[in-house]
């Protein structure tokens, strides 16, 4: 059975993205993006919900080409590319990149995906990932917490039906004030 994670930059009072989809709070340092891009090069899986989705693709396939793109950034976007996903949609018709879409039960299609071998599942996107944890079905949390109030927007954690217990894993902190945490679920 594969590992499923979810985890996002969010505000310290709990947004991933400040009212109008705005994420212009949490800008990565070097150090940060280096984080997250060795985490997603251990993924084996990427999936997205439609808002996540538009946003990383209107950035990633090309983001390698950019003139003032780091190493870090060249490597991510390469890594984006080749690395397989699933976007969970019913408003877009067509996706690129190593990607297919799903437009039926997205819980479903998380469980069977989850029940194979292979590398650790990503998922990303807030009401995605909510409609997971709802299922039981994620196995760990990255909560990068950047030192920003926003004041609402949308939420790292949706509404669950039930308590999910967790174990804290590791703590790290980053330039800026920004710390992680990390907690698998206890099952």
Known sequence: MRKLIY???????????APGDDIGWGRPSDELFQFWL??????????????LWEAMS??????????DATPAQIEFARNWRDTPKVVFSS?????????????????????????????????G????AGAAMRAGLVDEYEI???????????????????WVDLDLVETRTFPGGVVLTRYETRR
Not at 9 to 14: A, K, Q
Not at 96 to 120: M, S, Y
Not at 125 to 128: D, K, N, P, R, V
């Open 7 to 17: 985890g996002m930059n969010l505000t310290l009072d709990g947004y991933v993205a």
């Open 38 to 51: 060795d985490q997603e090069l251990a993924i084996g899986l990427l999936m997205y919900g439609r808002k």
């Open 58 to 67: 209107s950035h990633w396939p090309t983001g390698d080409q950019q003139p």
């Open 91 to 123: 408003t877009i018709d067509k996706v690129d990149w190593n990607t297919r879409l799903v437009t039926g039960d997205a819980v479903a299609e998380i469980t069977r995906l989850k029940a194979d071998d292979g590398e650790p599942i990503r998922v």
């Open 125 to 128: 996107g807030a009401a995605l």
């Open 144 to 162: 990068v917490t950047h030192p920003v109030l926003v004041g609402g927007g949308t939420p790292f954690f949706t509404a669950l039906d039930s």
